[in-house]
């Protein structure tokens, strides 16, 4: 069973451009979480898609969005990068079935941003 | 609001020594889970258990071993006979499930080095 893939694995951008990273969650999970990683601030959580909608959300800016699509793959894109928005960004799928994760989340190796 | 405290910033010891990470949680829900996870320099989280508020059993998997106490708001990790493979940053987490929908808060972690 493929694990949960992001691409890509690293990336460089520059200030004030904007960048959309890629998750694949494990086949049969619809459930997909977004996780920023930063030496300050830990691992914080951005948001949460179940079946194509917008479950849960994290204290981020409206810079920061994301969508999921019928095959439950996930997007999340960030507008306008600032030098803060340098970091791991850690994808997780789950087999949630509409109520409590029932098995824990699986989670990809990252995308790596670094905003220059 | 949730809280994880793994008040250990990092540990360091030399192969075949037990070590024990400590968490501790802040939550007013009656049901939730509790996970720990490992990271090592690739990234990606690993999953290594999951446990939920009305499970207060011990657990043993292997070298790893888990205790789970709700009266102290605890649930500490420990690793029997450590080897250098152990060496990770490890992070317990909690759920946190408004309404439907959940996400992990995560304590900073605790960077292990076992030393040969």
């Known amino acids: 069973k493929a694990g949960v893939t992001q691409t890509p694995r690293y990336l460089i951008k520059t200030r004030g451009q904007q960048v959309t990273l890629s998750c694949s969650p494990i086949?049969?999970?619809?459930?997909v979480s977004w996780y920023q990683q930063t030496p300050g601030q830990g691992l914080q959580f951005l948001f949460e898609?179940?079946?194509?909608?917008?479950?849960n959300k994290g204290n981020f800016p409206g810079r920061f969005s994301g969508r999921q699509f019928s095959n439950s793959r996930s997007e999340m894109n960030v507008s306008t990068l600032e030098l803060g928005d340098s970091a791991l960004y850690l994808c997780?799928?789950?087999?949630?079935?509409?109520?409590?994760?029932?098995?824990?989340?699986?989670f990809g190796s990252g995308t790596r941003l670094t905003v220059v | 609001a949730q809280k994880v405290t793994q008040a250990q910033t990092e540990i360091s010891v030399v192969e075949k020594e037990d070590v024990t990470l400590d968490c501790v949680y802040e939550?007013?829900?009656?049901?939730?889970?509790l996970f720990w996870y490992k990271q090592p320099p690739s990234g990606e989280l690993v999953f290594l258990i999951r446990?939920?508020?009305?499970?207060?059993q011990n657990e043993i998997s292997g070298r790893y071993s888990w205790n789970f106490q709700k009266s102290t708001s605890s649930f500490n990790f420990t690793i029997t006979a450590s080897q250098v493979v152990d060496s990770a940053v490890y992070f317990c987490?909690?759920?946190?499930?408004?309404?439907?929908?959940?996400?992990?808060?995560f304590g900073q972690g605790t960077r292990l080095t076992i030393n040969p």
């Open positions: 446990r939920n508020s009305f499970d207060e």
């Open positions: 997780a799928s789950s087999s949630r079935t509409g109520g409590v994760v029932n098995y824990g989340y699986t």
């Open positions: 086949s049969g999970h619809r459930s």
């Open positions: 898609y179940f079946s194509e909608t917008q479950r």
């Open positions: 939550t007013r829900d009656t049901t939730y889970y």
């Open positions: 987490a909690l759920s946190e499930i408004i309404q439907g929908a959940q996400k992990l808060v």
